[in-house]
Protein backbone atom coordinates (compact mmCIF):
# COMPACT_ATOMS: atom_id res chain seq x y z
CA UNK A 1 0.00 0.00 0.00
CA UNK A 2 1.35 3.18 -0.98
CA UNK A 3 2.50 4.98 1.90
CA UNK A 4 1.25 8.19 2.94
CA UNK A 5 2.76 11.11 4.99
CA UNK A 6 0.02 11.63 7.67
CA UNK A 7 0.90 10.16 11.17
CA UNK A 8 0.07 13.31 12.78
CA UNK A 9 -3.06 13.78 10.99
CA UNK A 10 -4.61 10.55 11.95
CA UNK A 11 -2.67 10.68 14.99
CA UNK A 12 -4.96 13.99 16.00
CA UNK A 13 -8.18 13.40 13.67
CA UNK A 14 -9.38 9.53 14.44
CA UNK A 15 -9.36 10.74 18.38
CA UNK A 16 -11.20 13.55 17.48
CA UNK A 17 -13.84 12.35 15.01
CA UNK A 18 -14.37 9.94 17.66
CA UNK A 19 -15.15 12.42 20.67
CA UNK A 20 -17.16 14.71 18.32
CA UNK A 21 -19.37 11.75 16.93
CA UNK A 22 -19.77 10.36 19.97
CA UNK A 23 -20.74 13.53 22.04
CA UNK A 24 -22.88 15.27 19.28
CA UNK A 25 -24.76 12.42 18.26
CA UNK A 26 -24.85 9.52 20.04
CA UNK A 27 -24.59 10.77 24.06
CA UNK A 28 -28.43 11.86 24.55
CA UNK A 29 -29.32 7.85 23.18
CA UNK A 30 -26.61 6.53 25.04
CA UNK A 31 -27.38 8.41 28.82
CA UNK A 32 -30.83 7.56 28.33
CA UNK A 33 -30.41 3.90 28.17
CA UNK A 34 -27.76 4.45 30.89
CA UNK A 35 -25.03 2.77 28.48
CA UNK A 36 -21.14 3.57 30.23
CA UNK A 37 -19.51 6.82 28.70
CA UNK A 38 -16.13 5.09 28.83
CA UNK A 39 -17.36 2.12 26.76
CA UNK A 40 -19.94 4.42 24.39
CA UNK A 41 -16.39 6.15 23.40
CA UNK A 42 -14.43 3.14 23.13
CA UNK A 43 -16.48 1.69 20.29
CA UNK A 44 -16.48 5.18 18.72
CA UNK A 45 -12.98 5.21 18.59
CA UNK A 46 -12.57 1.52 17.15
CA UNK A 47 -15.43 2.74 14.43
CA UNK A 48 -13.66 5.70 13.73
CA UNK A 49 -10.33 3.78 13.13
CA UNK A 50 -12.30 1.44 10.87
CA UNK A 51 -13.89 4.60 8.77
CA UNK A 52 -10.55 6.72 8.64
CA UNK A 53 -8.69 3.54 7.19
CA UNK A 54 -11.73 2.62 4.38
CA UNK A 55 -11.00 6.47 3.69
CA UNK A 56 -7.29 6.13 3.24
CA UNK A 57 -7.71 3.70 1.16
CA UNK A 58 -10.05 5.13 -1.07
CA UNK A 59 -7.59 7.61 -1.33
CA UNK A 60 -5.12 5.60 -2.26
CA UNK A 61 -7.06 3.41 -4.68
CA UNK A 62 -7.90 6.85 -6.17
CA UNK A 63 -3.57 8.03 -6.75
CA UNK A 64 -2.57 4.80 -8.26
CA UNK A 65 -5.23 5.07 -10.57
CA UNK A 66 -5.23 8.79 -11.61
CA UNK A 67 -2.01 10.23 -10.22
CA UNK A 68 -0.81 12.66 -12.26
CA UNK A 69 -2.22 16.97 -11.48
CA UNK A 70 -4.56 17.17 -14.80
CA UNK A 71 -6.35 13.58 -13.82
CA UNK A 72 -7.94 15.28 -10.46
CA UNK A 73 -11.59 15.47 -11.42
CA UNK A 74 -11.57 11.19 -12.04
CA UNK A 75 -9.62 10.98 -8.97
CA UNK A 76 -12.14 12.54 -6.79
CA UNK A 77 -15.01 10.75 -8.38
CA UNK A 78 -13.15 7.42 -7.74
CA UNK A 79 -12.73 8.03 -4.40
CA UNK A 80 -16.11 9.59 -3.84
CA UNK A 81 -17.72 6.08 -5.31
CA UNK A 82 -15.45 4.24 -2.81
CA UNK A 83 -16.13 5.95 0.12
CA UNK A 84 -19.81 5.89 -0.69
CA UNK A 85 -19.59 1.72 -0.76
CA UNK A 86 -17.13 1.11 1.37
CA UNK A 87 -18.51 2.98 4.18
CA UNK A 88 -22.08 2.31 3.79
CA UNK A 89 -21.40 -1.37 3.48
CA UNK A 90 -19.28 -1.07 6.63
CA UNK A 91 -21.78 0.99 8.91
CA UNK A 92 -24.51 -1.34 8.21
CA UNK A 93 -22.57 -3.90 8.64
CA UNK A 94 -21.81 -3.10 11.89
CA UNK A 95 -25.17 -1.34 12.99
CA UNK A 96 -26.63 -5.04 12.47
CA UNK A 97 -24.40 -6.63 14.60
CA UNK A 98 -25.36 -4.61 17.10
CA UNK A 99 -28.51 -5.06 16.51
CA UNK A 100 -28.91 -8.97 16.23
CA UNK A 101 -26.66 -9.43 18.97
CA UNK A 102 -28.62 -6.62 21.17
CA UNK A 103 -25.15 -4.99 22.27
CA UNK A 104 -26.48 -2.01 23.43
CA UNK A 105 -29.16 -3.89 25.26
CA UNK A 106 -32.25 -3.01 23.14
CA UNK A 107 -33.31 -3.55 18.96
CA UNK A 108 -31.79 -1.15 16.25
CA UNK A 109 -34.14 0.92 14.91
CA UNK A 110 -34.74 2.28 11.27
CA UNK A 111 -33.93 5.88 12.12
CA UNK A 112 -30.41 4.44 13.98
CA UNK A 113 -29.33 2.16 10.88
CA UNK A 114 -30.19 5.68 8.73
CA UNK A 115 -28.21 7.93 11.28
CA UNK A 116 -25.35 5.66 11.68
CA UNK A 117 -24.72 5.15 8.49
CA UNK A 118 -24.77 9.02 7.40
CA UNK A 119 -22.86 10.69 10.70
CA UNK A 120 -19.67 9.05 8.90
CA UNK A 121 -20.27 11.02 6.20
CA UNK A 122 -19.96 14.65 8.19
CA UNK A 123 -16.85 13.54 9.07
CA UNK A 124 -15.24 11.72 5.39
CA UNK A 125 -15.57 14.79 3.30
CA UNK A 126 -13.38 17.35 5.62
CA UNK A 127 -10.80 14.06 5.92
CA UNK A 128 -10.87 13.66 1.94
CA UNK A 129 -10.53 17.02 1.14
CA UNK A 130 -7.59 17.71 3.78
CA UNK A 131 -5.70 14.42 2.05
CA UNK A 132 -6.67 15.92 -1.39
CA UNK A 133 -5.70 19.43 -0.87
CA UNK A 134 -2.48 18.42 0.78
CA UNK A 135 -1.80 16.09 -2.03
CA UNK A 136 -3.31 18.79 -5.06
CA UNK A 137 -0.86 20.90 -3.09
CA UNK A 138 2.41 19.16 -3.36
CA UNK A 139 1.29 17.90 -6.79
CA UNK A 140 0.98 21.68 -8.03
CA UNK A 141 4.42 22.59 -6.86
CA UNK A 142 6.31 19.61 -8.02
CA UNK A 143 4.99 20.62 -11.38
CA UNK A 144 5.84 24.19 -10.81
CA UNK A 145 9.53 22.99 -9.88
CA UNK A 146 9.73 20.83 -12.84
CA UNK A 147 8.62 23.50 -15.39
CA UNK A 148 11.01 26.00 -13.97
CA UNK A 149 13.94 23.27 -14.10
CA UNK A 150 13.18 22.32 -17.75
CA UNK A 151 12.90 26.03 -18.46
CA UNK A 152 15.87 27.07 -16.93
CA UNK A 153 17.36 23.72 -18.63
CA UNK A 154 16.37 25.22 -22.12
CA UNK A 155 16.97 28.78 -21.65
CA UNK A 156 20.95 27.41 -20.81
CA UNK A 157 21.07 25.42 -23.73
CA UNK A 158 20.11 28.37 -25.73
CA UNK A 159 22.62 30.47 -24.10
CA UNK A 160 25.44 27.94 -24.91
CA UNK A 161 24.25 27.86 -28.10
CA UNK A 162 24.42 31.69 -28.66
CA UNK A 163 27.92 31.76 -26.86
CA UNK A 164 28.83 28.44 -29.20
CA UNK A 165 27.89 31.46 -32.29
CA UNK A 166 30.61 33.64 -31.15
CA UNK A 167 34.09 31.37 -31.14
CA UNK A 168 33.65 30.55 -35.00
CA UNK A 169 32.13 33.68 -35.60
CA UNK A 170 35.05 35.54 -34.06
CA UNK A 171 37.86 32.91 -36.00
CA UNK A 172 36.48 33.59 -39.14
CA UNK A 173 36.73 37.22 -39.32
CA UNK A 174 39.94 36.71 -37.84
CA UNK A 175 41.63 34.31 -40.22
CA UNK A 176 40.41 36.64 -42.71
CA UNK A 177 42.17 39.40 -41.47
CA UNK A 178 45.78 37.70 -41.23
CA UNK A 179 44.83 36.20 -44.40
CA UNK A 180 45.16 39.79 -46.18
CA UNK A 181 48.15 40.45 -43.85
CA UNK A 182 50.23 37.55 -45.29
CA UNK A 183 50.61 38.78 -48.51
CA UNK A 184 50.81 42.33 -47.64
CA UNK A 185 53.36 42.00 -44.69
CA UNK A 186 54.53 38.91 -43.83
CA UNK A 187 56.16 40.43 -40.40
CA UNK A 188 53.22 41.91 -39.28
CA UNK A 189 51.45 39.31 -39.76
CA UNK A 190 53.35 37.32 -37.52
CA UNK A 191 53.23 40.12 -34.77
CA UNK A 192 49.81 39.49 -35.52
CA UNK A 193 49.63 35.99 -34.73
CA UNK A 194 50.73 36.65 -31.08
CA UNK A 195 48.11 39.64 -30.29
CA UNK A 196 45.65 37.01 -31.80
CA UNK A 197 46.84 34.62 -29.23
CA UNK A 198 46.66 36.74 -26.59
CA UNK A 199 43.07 37.74 -27.55
CA UNK A 200 42.21 34.46 -28.24
CA UNK A 201 43.12 33.19 -24.62
CA UNK A 202 40.70 35.46 -23.67
CA UNK A 203 37.82 34.39 -25.65
CA UNK A 204 38.56 30.95 -24.44
CA UNK A 205 38.40 32.04 -21.16
CA UNK A 206 35.40 34.31 -20.95
CA UNK A 207 33.40 32.78 -23.03
CA UNK A 208 32.05 29.28 -20.69
CA UNK A 209 31.05 32.50 -18.02
CA UNK A 210 27.52 34.06 -18.62
CA UNK A 211 28.93 37.47 -17.60
CA UNK A 212 32.20 39.36 -17.09
CA UNK A 213 33.10 42.65 -15.99
CA UNK A 214 33.09 45.88 -17.54
CA UNK A 215 36.83 46.14 -16.31
CA UNK A 216 37.66 42.63 -18.62
CA UNK A 217 35.98 43.65 -21.38
CA UNK A 218 37.49 47.44 -21.99
CA UNK A 219 41.47 45.70 -21.61
CA UNK A 220 40.20 43.15 -24.20
CA UNK A 221 38.72 45.78 -26.39
CA UNK A 222 41.59 47.69 -26.31
CA UNK A 223 43.85 44.30 -27.31
CA UNK A 224 41.51 43.49 -30.21
CA UNK A 225 41.16 46.78 -31.52
CA UNK A 226 45.09 46.80 -31.74
CA UNK A 227 44.85 44.10 -34.25
CA UNK A 228 42.47 45.89 -36.18
CA UNK A 229 44.94 48.80 -36.98
CA UNK A 230 47.44 46.71 -37.35
CA UNK A 231 45.42 45.61 -39.99
CA UNK A 232 43.62 49.10 -41.22
CA UNK A 233 46.30 51.87 -39.64
CA UNK A 234 45.01 54.94 -38.18
CA UNK A 235 41.96 54.22 -40.46
CA UNK A 236 40.66 52.98 -37.42
CA UNK A 237 40.09 55.07 -33.91
CA UNK A 238 38.62 53.96 -30.74
CA UNK A 239 37.86 56.22 -27.73
CA UNK A 240 36.67 55.29 -24.38
CA UNK A 241 35.09 57.48 -21.71
CA UNK A 242 33.63 54.78 -19.04
CA UNK A 243 32.94 56.24 -15.76
CA UNK A 244 35.49 54.54 -13.27
CA UNK A 245 31.84 53.65 -10.99
CA UNK A 246 30.64 51.22 -13.83
CA UNK A 247 33.74 49.38 -13.92
CA UNK A 248 33.14 46.70 -11.73
CA UNK A 249 29.69 46.05 -13.62
CA UNK A 250 28.72 43.28 -15.81
CA UNK A 251 28.02 42.43 -19.42
CA UNK A 252 27.63 39.13 -21.57
CA UNK A 253 31.17 38.25 -22.92
CA UNK A 254 32.78 39.51 -26.10
CA UNK A 255 29.73 42.09 -26.67
CA UNK A 256 32.00 44.74 -27.05
CA UNK A 257 34.19 42.56 -29.61
CA UNK A 258 30.95 41.42 -31.71
CA UNK A 259 29.77 45.66 -31.70
CA UNK A 260 32.96 46.62 -32.73
CA UNK A 261 33.27 43.96 -35.44
CA UNK A 262 29.91 45.01 -37.04
CA UNK A 263 31.29 48.41 -37.60
CA UNK A 264 34.15 47.76 -39.17
CA UNK A 265 32.55 45.09 -41.21
CA UNK A 266 29.74 47.16 -42.70
CA UNK A 267 30.98 50.83 -42.55
CA UNK A 268 34.14 52.23 -44.67
CA UNK A 269 37.45 53.12 -43.12
CA UNK A 270 40.11 55.52 -44.92
CA UNK A 271 42.77 57.17 -43.41
CA UNK A 272 41.24 60.69 -44.16
CA UNK A 273 37.83 59.72 -42.73
CA UNK A 274 38.79 57.24 -40.32
CA UNK A 275 35.98 54.96 -38.96
CA UNK A 276 35.29 56.38 -35.05
CA UNK A 277 34.20 53.80 -32.15
CA UNK A 278 33.21 55.91 -29.48
CA UNK A 279 32.52 53.96 -26.06
CA UNK A 280 30.82 55.70 -23.00
CA UNK A 281 28.65 55.35 -20.02
CA UNK A 282 25.75 57.29 -18.95
CA UNK A 283 24.73 57.97 -15.12
CA UNK A 284 22.18 55.69 -15.33
CA UNK A 285 24.55 52.63 -15.86
CA UNK A 286 24.00 51.99 -19.11
CA UNK A 287 27.06 51.61 -21.79
CA UNK A 288 26.56 53.25 -25.14
CA UNK A 289 28.65 52.11 -28.68
CA UNK A 290 28.58 54.74 -30.89
CA UNK A 291 30.64 54.06 -34.43
CA UNK A 292 30.45 56.69 -37.57
CA UNK A 293 27.98 55.62 -39.51
CA UNK A 294 29.12 55.52 -43.31
CA UNK A 295 27.93 52.04 -45.35
CA UNK A 296 30.08 50.31 -47.81
CA UNK A 297 28.76 50.51 -50.96
CA UNK A 298 29.39 46.80 -51.43
CA UNK A 299 26.98 45.32 -49.37
CA UNK A 300 29.10 42.55 -46.80
CA UNK A 301 28.02 39.32 -46.71
CA UNK A 302 26.15 39.28 -43.21
CA UNK A 303 24.56 36.27 -41.29
CA UNK A 304 23.50 38.80 -38.08
CA UNK A 305 24.62 37.10 -35.44
CA UNK A 306 26.25 39.81 -33.91
CA UNK A 307 23.80 42.00 -32.80
CA UNK A 308 20.90 39.11 -32.26
CA UNK A 309 23.46 37.21 -30.09
CA UNK A 310 23.58 40.28 -27.75
CA UNK A 311 20.02 40.59 -27.31
CA UNK A 312 19.70 36.89 -27.04
CA UNK A 313 21.97 37.10 -24.16
CA UNK A 314 19.84 39.75 -22.34
CA UNK A 315 17.09 38.46 -23.00
CA UNK A 316 17.54 34.89 -21.80
CA UNK A 317 19.63 36.37 -18.77
CA UNK A 318 16.22 38.36 -17.68
CA UNK A 319 18.02 41.65 -18.31
CA UNK A 320 16.86 44.46 -19.84
CA UNK A 321 16.35 45.06 -23.53
CA UNK A 322 19.80 46.22 -25.49
CA UNK A 323 18.37 49.49 -27.31
CA UNK A 324 19.69 50.53 -31.05
CA UNK A 325 19.12 53.75 -32.75
CA UNK A 326 20.68 54.84 -36.01
CA UNK A 327 20.79 57.95 -37.43
CA UNK A 328 22.59 59.64 -40.30
CA UNK A 329 25.59 60.16 -39.39
CA UNK A 330 26.05 57.00 -36.69
CA UNK A 331 24.76 54.01 -35.40
CA UNK A 332 24.47 53.56 -31.26
CA UNK A 333 23.84 50.65 -29.24
CA UNK A 334 22.95 50.86 -25.74
CA UNK A 335 23.97 47.79 -23.81
CA UNK A 336 22.26 48.10 -20.00
CA UNK A 337 25.41 47.05 -17.31
CA UNK A 338 24.22 44.54 -14.71
CA UNK A 339 24.77 45.05 -11.29
CA UNK A 340 27.12 42.40 -9.72
CA UNK A 341 25.06 42.24 -5.99
CA UNK A 342 21.19 42.13 -8.46
CA UNK A 343 22.88 39.57 -10.69
CA UNK A 344 23.89 37.39 -7.98
CA UNK A 345 20.51 37.50 -5.49
CA UNK A 346 18.23 36.69 -8.88
CA UNK A 347 20.15 33.65 -9.50
CA UNK A 348 20.35 32.24 -6.16
Known sequence: MEQLNDRWLRFVGIPLTAILGNFIFFQPDNDAHHISRWLALGLSLAE?????????????LGRRR?????????????????????????RVGTTYIYDVTRF???????RAYWINTLVPFLFTVPIAAIYEGRYLYRQWWTTYYEAERLKKENLQSQ???????????????SLSTLSSLVTEDPKLAEKFIDELASVYRYVLQTNEQPLTTLTSELQFIRAYFHLLQMRFGRSVELEVAVDERCNGFLLPPLTLQLLVENAV?????LPTRPLLVRIYTDEANNLFVVNTLRKKQ??????????ANIRSK??????????????????????????ATRYEYSHH
Open 48 to 60: SVMVWEAVRWGII
Open 66 to 90: FPRLNQTTPRILTQAGWFIVVIVIL
Open 104 to 110: WGYPMSF
Open 159 to 173: LDSLKSQINPHFLFN
Open 265 to 269: KHNTA
Open 298 to 307: NVVPSNRTGL
Open 314 to 339: YRLLGQPDVVIRQTDECFQVMIPLIE
